[in-house]
């Protein structure tokens, strides 16, 4: 059974419904309050926090008086561009005297499938949990159209928790968990508390409940926890409205755990290893002790590049006999690569013209 006490790496969904009080379109400033003081618990035992947080639309209609209904896309969009300052200022607000710095990161769905912007998503969230720095995440709802949205924060939050390796994944919701049918309309509804396998059976029991405010239903959440447990992280399902909702997750609250069959790490490394190679990276036998060592490659261990490759491909790893040793993501493209093997780290800068990372391809993206 996953349980809050032993996650190294939280991802947390927040919806609109649990931000925005739903008749005044006012912040729930004293329910904000009491979750910051819940993500400071958890930072104060060394857990990565990053949030991910709907409301940035549901405050600005609020703030420009839209009309109670649908909206047009522009007065969405607009919506978003005012309301995402007052959020990101909220979290701001209650987060700093816990001695929590936040940074506010906006994403697409094609950022996730753009393997640069991919990259480089994971890249500036893994420095700002480096820095202990809280990252808001939000869909970028100002720029975003139909076809470049993930359409609900229940997606988005899992594919960051994919994207940075989280063990594991709360969504706050208006439900304290999965059911096998909607509590609201069926009285002999009931309540799974662990599911390992997502069954057709299970995706049938999905219903579309969701709030006036929220556009997540549970079958979006059922398309998360897919998501999330493939990736080895562990997803919870549990009522957000109460005060201290992670505290209470903790201490048993009603909820549905989703469990992975593997951790983060293996799953990953399940992941590369099954990639087709664009290409080859040779090393020498100082860079192949290394690697079986558990060291990332540097471009000074590096002897030949073959092969047509952009960053973040997968590569086939050789030792100086030609046998495959495993395979990694390139950190460089393989011009790149060429132009730098065999070459200390101090000069990638003066040899490509800009800096570079230290390693070709980093541990956590190479199985051997």
């Known amino acids: ?99 929590i710095t936040t940074a506010q990161i906006l994403l697409t769905l094609e950022d996730s499938q753009d393997r640069r912007r991919y990259l480089n998503t994971r890249a500036t969230l893994e420095q700002l949990l480096a820095l202990r720095v809280v990252p ?35 969504l706050l919701s208006d439900v304290d968990g999965f059911y096998t049918a909607s509590p609201a309309s069926d009285p002999t509804a009931t309540r799974y508390d662990t599911i390992r396998d997502i069954t057709p059976e299970i995706e049938a029991m999905a219903g579309d409940a969701g709030s006036g405010l929220s556009k997540g239903g549970m079958k979006t959440k059922l398309m998360a926890a897919k998501t999330a447990i493939n990736a080895g992280c562990a997803m919870a399902i549990t009522q957000g409205f109460p005060n201290r909702p992670l505290q209470a997750l903790e201490q048993g609250a009603n909820c549905t755990w989703f469990l992975p069959k ?19 990276v040779q090393v020498d036998a100082g860079a192949a002790a290394a690697l079986s060592r558990g060291k990332s490659l540097l471009p000074a261990g590096v002897s030949a590049v073959s092969g047509d490759f952009g960053r973040g491909d997968p590569v086939t790893i050789t030792g100086p006999t030609g046998a495959a040793l495993g395979a990694g993501l390139a950190r460089y493209t393989s011009d790149e690569a060429r132009q730098i093997m065999g070459r200390r780290t101090h000069d990638i800068e003066r040899i490509l013209g800009y800096p570079g990372r230290a390693a070709l391809i980093h541990r956590d993206d190479m199985v051997l």
């Open 1 to 99: 059974m996953a349980s809050l006490g032993t996650a190294k790496r939280l991802v947390v969904k927040i919806g609109s419904a649990l931000l925005v009080d739903r008749d005044t379109g006012a912040m729930r400033a004293d329910w904000l309050r009491a979750l910051a003081e819940d993500i400071a618990m958890y930072k104060s035992r060394g857990v990565d926090v990053i949030l991910v947080s709907s409301g940035s639309i549901a405050l600005g209609r609020g703030a420009l008086r839209l009309p109670a209904g649908a909206l047009a896309l522009e007065q969405s969009q607009a919506a978003a561009a005012v309301g995402q300052i007052k959020l990101a200022r909220a979290y701001e607000e209650v987060l700093a005297p816990h001695g």
């Open 136 to 170: 808001i995440v939000n869909e970028n709802d100002t720029i975003a159209t139909d076809e470049i949205r993930f359409g609900d924060n229940d997606r988005l939050g899992a594919q960051v928790a994919v994207t940075i390796g989280a063990d594991q994944l709360v």
């Open 262 to 280: 593997d951790d983060p790490q293996v799953a990953r490394k399940r992941w590369i290893a099954a990639m087709k190679p664009r290409g080859t």
